[in-house]
Structures are given as structure tokens and as C-alpha cells.
């Protein structure tokens, strides 16, 4: 099992995220962005966290501009929680740990 947040670009999206085995948290965010300084250690936190259940990848707009239009992310940092190719959780915008990990456990308990 890998620990930790994997930084994938477009070309590896569909791969690592949409066919994934477990549900996936996508991460996008720039290196710009002020708030995604914020959101990184909350994301950190919840990949240690959730490591046997669920994979986190990470992804910068600028370079990944495909994935980012497919998302309709409008803004950083934004949340795209996947299972398979379904959305099933989507966030813009800087949240608190207790939101992001709230939202994580009704997703993931619920399998």
C-alpha cells in the first residue's frame, strides 16, 4: 500500500484515478496559490490517515490543464473525491481538517 500523496499529471489520470481500486481524493492546487499552503498539511494529514482506504493524488493546475477543464474546477485549492469514474464528492476552496476528514468518513464508511 503506498503512503502518502502521489503527484500525477493528466497523462496519468486515468490510470491512477479512474482506475483506481479504492476511492481516490484528487488534489488540485498551484504553487501560487497562498490557501493550497494551507490545505497541503490537511491533505498530508489525511493520506497517513486513510492510507488503507484511500489513495490521494495531487495535481497542479497549470501544467494539467486538461483534468482541470474535465473537473470544471474554477478554483484552488478544490477537492475532487472520485470512485471509479463517478464524483462523489466535490469541494473549491479552502476547508478545515474536521470538514475534509467529516467528508472522507461518510464517504468511506460507507462502502
Not at 493528466?10 to 498551484?30: C, M, N
Not at 496559490?33 to 490537511?42: I, T, Y
Not at 497517513?48 to 484552488?76: A, C, H, W
Request: glycine share 4%; hydrophobic share 40%; proline share 5%.
Amino acid at each position: 500500500m503506498n503512503k502518502g500523496v502521489i503527484t500525477i499529471t493528466d497523462a496519468e489520470f486515468e490510470t491512477e484515478v479512474l482506475k483506481a481500486e479504492q476511492p481516490v481524493l484528487v488534489y488540485f492546487w498551484a504553487s501560487w496559490c497562498g490557501p493550497c499552503q494551507l490545505m497541503s498539511p490537511v491533505i498530508n494529514l489525511a493520506a497517513t490517515k486513510y492510507s488503507e482506504r484511500l489513495k490521494i493524488v495531487k495535481m497542479e493546475i497549470d501544467p494539467n490543464p486538461l483534468t482541470v477543464k474535465q473537473f470544471q474546477v474554477e478554483g484552488v485549492p478544490a477537492l475532487r473525491l472520485m470512485k471509479g469514474d463517478q464524483l462523489l464528492e466535490s469541494t473549491e476552496g479552502v476547508i478545515s481538517k474536521e470538514k475534509l476528514l467529516s467528508l472522507l468518513d461518510q464517504h468511506l464508511n460507507s462502502n
